[in-house]
């Protein structure tokens, strides 16, 4: 996309403008707005409640913690970090990089643009609407759900890290550990194999608003994703080591099945 060109040479120049300087902390343990024509080295804001408007403006660092709160609606940051609890809502400007931990949120809207999100912990990314991202990087624990936007590459990593996908345009999932969950969520949806490994393949169908599904899946993703025609009641985000059957539970369906291979061996002697 020509919109990821532009984002990246976007942060690079914000990187470059701002890094050489000497990074002034500016604390906010109340709330505040940053506005057009200010100019941030490094910012933190923390404090539960604690309510940040970004309305304008450049900051190099933003940092989010103890449960506050971050509206961003114009203006250009270099680097966002989000962690224990903080919520990031953005619904215009640019975002260079996102990096969320803990369980931290970030929730992108309207027409803002984001070069790359680094997602771990148990932290959520929420894209819709027209947001703009190059790249989503998913790992750990972390969940990613893609309701609408546009969005170039995801990638799902180590751990065991949740994305669904239910509306917008993505140009290709990919990964390199095999790890994850993938769930696409459209109307006659399917999802085709490449070649004979069965590891590549595109899903194809139409959203529930009616547009076009069509997603490439990279090496590895094919055996990741499932598609369905309705949003999942729950998902299983810490399977017991006794869940023979996969269902996310031990129960008389687990038990059944132990009890039926019960003393028997594999062995050779």
Same mark, same amino acid.
């Given at each position: ?21 000497? /990074?002034?902390?500016?604390?906010? @343990?109340? #709330? ?24 304008? %403006? ?51 809207? %309207? ?48 751990? @065991? ?9 993505? #140009? ?37 608003? %009616? ?7 990279? /090496? ?12 999942? /009641? ?36």
């Amino acid at each position: 996309m020509k919109f990821n060109v532009i984002l990246f040479a976007v942060g690079m120049i914000l990187t470059v403008g701002v890094a050489g300087q000497a /990074q002034d902390v500016t604390i906010f @343990d109340s #709330n505040a707005t940053i506005s057009e024509g200010d100019v941030y080295s490094m910012v933190v804001v923390k404090g539960e409640g604690t309510v940040l408007e970004v309305t304008g %403006g450049q900051i190099y660092k933003l940092i989010a913690m103890n449960g506050s709160i971050v509206d961003v609606s114009g203006g250009s940051i270099s680097v966002l970090e989000s962690y224990d609890m903080s919520v990031t809502n953005a619904v215009a400007g640019i975002i260079a990089s996102v990096a969320t931990y803990g369980d931290s949120e970030v929730v992108l809207a %309207g027409e803002v643009g984001v070069h790359e999100i680094y997602c771990t912990g148990t932290s959520k990314v929420r894209v819709s609407e027209a947001a703009v991202v190059s790249q989503i990087s998913v790992k750990a624990n972390s969940e990613v759900y893609i309701l609408g936007g546009a969005v170039d590459t995801l990638y799902s990593g180590l751990g @065991d890290p949740y994305i669904e996908i239910s509306g917008g345009n993505i #140009n290709g999932i990919a990964t390199a550990n095999y790890h994850g969950q993938i769930v696409v969520i459209g109307d006659n949806l399917s999802a085709t194999p490449y070649g004979g490994n069965y590891l590549t393949g595109e899903i194809t169908g139409n959203w529930k608003d %009616g547009t076009v599904c069509n997603i490439p899946l990279g /090496q590895g993703v094919y055996s990741l994703v499932t598609v369905s025609d309705s949003f999942p /009641q729950s998902r299983c985000t810490d399977r017991p080591e006794s869940d023979i059957s996969g269902d996310c539970k031990v129960d008389m369906v687990d038990l059944a099945k132990m009890a039926s291979e019960w003393l028997l061996e594999g062995t050779e002697r």
